[in-house]
């Protein structure tokens, strides 16, 4: 009985989709953080009697056919680009994006990585690093006797110093941006990997090629809604439920063909 593995697709998808919600909620307070939502497709069909078959007796076509759906399938976790709302930290190293791009980032194994994370931090060294110790690139160091630095919506990073009037210009931040941000690859620690879905990168300052602006003493906030994501998640239940019923019925039917005399 096909029902059987039917029903059992499609508990699996509905689980499937209880996963990508809880681990949005998870990440609600994630900075930066972009929900994601699970999509589906059905699977292939069994052609009982396919469309457009002649019928032997008098040689008319078949309009429909008999076409069996064999269940469903994922078929993507895309994430949803959205800009999260803004929180004000007053942070001298917290960024926040306000428009498209990420951070470009370097790994210790010296391939880049992109966030939009802009909680960044200063090593010990002075460079402008991330929560996790990776360099942001491009390299910028903040002198020991800097009182403070500044950072404008261009990104330029400004120091100032206390026998100087004026700040002195210690580097410029960059935005890299891509074709199909949803084609980036997830890495954990609010990172992401450059693939052939992405395209290669474009770097480029803050505001140039479509690229956004920086906003020094912000940090964007996870565009998870709370409120979206409870009701998908009952909706989940509801589904893995009815699957579930079908399933009972189809065992009470093989259950009545079994004990037919």
């Given at each position: 009985m096909r029902a059987l593995k039917i029903a059992a697709t499609g508990m699996s998808a509905q689980q499937m989709r209880v996963e990508v919600i809880s681990n949005n909620l998870?990440?609600?307070?994630?900075?930066?953080?972009?929900?994601?939502?699970?999509e589906f497709a059905d699977l292939h069909y069994q052609q009982v009697t396919r469309a457009g078959t002649i019928n032997s007796a008098d040689g008319t076509v078949i309009p429909t056919g008999v076409q069996v759906g064999l269940g469903v399938r994922p078929s993507a976790v895309s994430v949803i680009l959205?800009?999260?709302?803004?929180?004000?930290?007053?942070?001298?190293l917290d960024l926040a994006i306000e428009g498209n791009g990420y951070l470009e980032v370097t790994l210790p194994s010296g391939l880049p990585a992109y966030t939009r994370d802009g909680a960044l931090k200063r090593s010990a060294d002075g460079l402008i690093v991330t929560s996790d110790g990776y360099p942001v690139a491009p390299d910028i160091t903040i002198p020991d006797d800097a009182r403070s630095i500044s950072i404008n919506a261009q990104g330029?990073?400004?120091?100032?110093?206390?026998?100087?009037?004026?700040?002195?210009?210690?580097?410029?931040?960059?935005?890299?941006?891509?074709?199909?941000?949803k084609g980036l690859e997830a890495m954990g620690s609010n990172l992401?990997?450059?693939t052939?879905?992405?395209?290669?990168?474009?770097?480029?300052?803050?505001?140039?090629d479509g690229l956004g602006t920086l906003r020094q003493g912000y940090l964007e906030d996870s565009s998870v809604d709370a409120v979206r994501e409870v009701t998908e998640l009952i909706e989940a239940q509801r589904g893995y439920e009815l699957n579930a019923k079908v399933i009972t019925a189809a065992d009470q039917m093989l259950s009545a063909t079994t004990q037919v005399r």
């Open positions: 998870a990440n609600m307070n994630t900075t930066g953080y972009n929900a994601r939502r699970a959205s800009q999260g709302s803004l929180s004000q930290t007053g942070g001298d330029e990073v400004y120091g100032y110093f206390a026998d100087q009037v004026q700040p002195e210009r210690l580097g410029q931040l960059s935005l890299a941006g891509f074709s199909n941000e992401f990997l450059e052939a879905a992405s395209g290669p990168s474009f770097v480029a300052a803050p505001g140039e």
